[in-house]
């Protein structure tokens, strides 16, 4: 079983609606998670973090943390064609970003106009 | 100004040169890492230095040797690449500060061995 794993995608949703990332994970232990975002030939970027159980909200972005399924999600409302990337999903054992995070093989998401 | 910088930011070689990459980061972290990223996207921790010291060293070839001359500065040498070394590589650098979860990734070199 591959330690984070992602639908590959590609994902995609009409302009305004909805969009849902799921990504489930190994190892037990996993303390941080995270989603980065990466359009096509540039760098990863931050856009959300969690580490407690439940949901967090940061403007059009929602991050769900289940760990007791391990699982986590991230929920992007009015989806806008500049969300099309590739959303990469990671977890870190610890609390910190310093320590090795493990990257999921990424969702291809597709905003339509 | 640039954060994490990279240099080269393509380089094509012939299978069995010896190539070298530098990453620089201006924001005083203490960490920095190298990761590759294969042709199916796949982003894959090789190396962690955290002020100067080696503190990850993923399974990789021993082609492969990262050198941290100072906290803001490391390099990864490769020696007699091969066609599998094909990909991007990224750096980046992260403070040691529990509660500081960001990663800041460098603008990747794109490694073409033929």
């Known amino acids: 079983q591959k ?3 992602q639908n590959s995608g590609p994902l995609s949703v009409p302009e305004g609606a909805i969009a ?4 489930t994970y190994s ?59 590739t959303y990469l999903c ?5 609390e910190t970003s310093y320590d090795k995070v493990i990257f999921g093989p990424g969702t291809s998401l597709s905003v339509i106009p | 100004d640039t954060a994490v910088s990279q240099t080269p930011k ?9 190539k ?16 590759k990223q294969d042709s199916k996207k796949f982003l894959k921790i090789m190396f962690s230095y955290n002020n100067k010291e080696l503190i990850i060293n993923e399974t990789v070839p021993n082609r492969f040797s990262p050198k941290s001359p100072d906290k803001a500065h490391l ?9 599998g070394d094909s990909a991007v590589y990224f750096c980046a650098s992260s403070r040691r500060v529990i509660g500081d979860y960001e990663q800041y990734f460098g603008p990747g070199t794109r490694l073409t061995v033929t």
């Not at chain 2, 393509?10 to 010896?18: A, E, F, P």
């Not at chain 2, 390099?75 to 066609?83: A, C, M, P, V």
Request: hydrophobic share 30%.
């Open chain 1, 90 to 94: 990671a977890v870190n054992r610890a």
């Open chain 2, 20 to 35: 070298s990459i530098k990453c620089e980061q201006n924001l005083g972290h203490d960490t920095m890492y190298w990761y």
């Open chain 2, 10 to 18: 393509y380089l094509v070689t012939q299978m069995g040169n010896d």
């Open chain 1, 20 to 23: 849902s990332l799921n990504c």
């Open chain 1, 27 to 85: 190892d037990r232990g996993s303390q941080s998670f995270f989603w980065y975002r990466q359009y096509s030939g540039k760098s990863p970027e931050l856009i959300m973090f969690i580490y407690s159980n439940g949901d967090k909200e940061d403007g059009r972005f929602t991050a769900q943390l289940n760990k007791a399924s391990q699982y986590v999600s991230l929920l992007i409302r009015d989806s806008q064609p500049s969300d099309s990337a």
């Open chain 1, 3 to 5: 330690e984070v794993e």
């Open chain 2, 75 to 83: 390099n990864l040498h490769i020696n007699s690449l091969e066609l």
